[in-house]
């Protein structure tokens, strides 16, 4: 069973680029609103750590009880730590924004699969799923990776409502020349039969088609 | 005044628990609904601090999970992102009140106590 995306599934968008930049922006804004939802998370550990560390000096100079600087240490290491995570986490946003720099450019694609499924953790943890990508060697194509990303997503959000265990895995490739990204987990014959409309809008622009593999509870997506 | 503090990052709630133990609370933590399901049924606490959004059961359901078994236990919400919306929805839960993270200890302390009474 497939979906070409230069099938008509909806007679409903008569401004396909309308349709397009709007879904463009709320994609967009769900991934920032991820984002600075990881970077309150951080902000709220940072601050407790930081009064906590506060909260003991300040009972040593009043004499109740004596700094421990091994404790000091500890504590001062937990707030590098949850700053290397916010730093990450601005990075990749960072990445995920300069995607937008070019309607096309040569890209990794096991890059930008790995980009969008951190950029979505928190949403697959919310979810109580876990994705992962195998370890797959670079899938080179010129592409739109904005465009590329945001079928991905909508493809792995239906995943996260769908999904059939609590683990969906993801698999980069090349086969017949073609490049795919498989997402295995999930029932997907009802996101491949009715398709959202943005995601048939963004598969159409992109160039790419879907198939979802009943049997192996897949779909692929293919460029 | 004894409180049960749910979120689901243990880093944070440690710290918070640690503090709030500091300033004379018997502060204890669960990093799920479903740990903080079984600590509500194996001891009394005045009031939960739940974050809004966990893995699993939403501070919402746990709030309401929790009614059944404590009705007279008080709950504040707290979540990154605040809107008038979420906190019509956790009042209408049965929130006392709706706290933005990062928190401020003090202010919490002040709700803590104004909804215990």
């Not at chain 1, 968008?13 to 804004?29: I, K, N, R, V």
């Not at chain 1, 979810?127 to 899938?139: D, Q």
């Not at chain 2, 740990?35 to 501070?59: C, F, I, N, T």
Request: charged share 30%; with cysteine.
């Amino acid at each position: 069973m497939s979906l070409r995306s230069d099938e008509e599934v909806s007679p409903e968008y008569q401004d396909e680029d309308s349709a397009l930049t709007l879904d463009a922006l709320a994609f967009f804004g769900r991934i920032t609103a991820n984002v600075s939802h990881e970077f309150k998370n951080r902000l709220a550990t940072i601050k407790e750590k930081a009064g906590l560390l506060a909260d003991l000096t300040a009972m040593a100079e009043k004499g109740i009880r004596p700094l421990d600087l091994a404790r000091v240490n500890t504590i001062a290491k937990d707030i590098a730590r949850q700053v290397e995570t916010a730093d990450g986490a601005c990075l990749r946003l960072n990445r995920f924004a300069h995607s937008v720099d070019v309607p096309e450019r040569r890209e990794d694609l096991v890059e930008l699969v790995s980009l969008i499924t951190r950029l979505i953790e928190r949403q697959a943890v919310v979810a109580g799923v876990e994705i992962t990508l195998g370890s797959c060697p670079k899938v080179e194509v010129e592409t739109n990776p904005f465009l590329f990303q945001q079928v991905v997503y909508y493809c792995l959000l239906w995943a996260l409502d769908h999904a059939q265990t609590r683990a969906l895995s993801l698999d980069v490739g090349r086969s017949e020349e073609q490049a795919f990204v498989s997402i295995k987990g999930a029932a997907f014959d009802e996101l491949v039969q009715r398709p959202s409309n943005r995601l048939v809008r963004a598969l159409r622009k992109l160039g790419g088609r879907l198939e979802a593999n009943t049997g192996e509870k897949e779909v692929t997506i293919r460029l | 005044m004894r409180i049960l503090l749910v979120d689901d990052e243990l880093e944070l709630v440690t710290a918070l628990a640690e503090r709030l133990v500091l300033r004379g609370i018997d502060a204890d933590w669960a990093l799920s609904g479903e740990q903080a399901l079984e600590k509500v049924r194996a001891a009394e606490y005045d009031a939960a601090v739940l974050d809004y959004k966990m893995p699993g059961m939403s501070g919402l359901e746990v709030i309401r999970k929790i009614t059944l078994i404590r009705p007279d236990m008080k709950f504040i919400i707290v979540t990154g992102h605040a809107s008038e919306q979420d906190d019509r929805v956790c009042r209408d839960a049965g929130a006392c009140f709706y706290l933005m993270k990062p928190l401020k200890i003090e202010a919490l302390i002040e709700r803590l106590k104004e909804a215990i009474g």
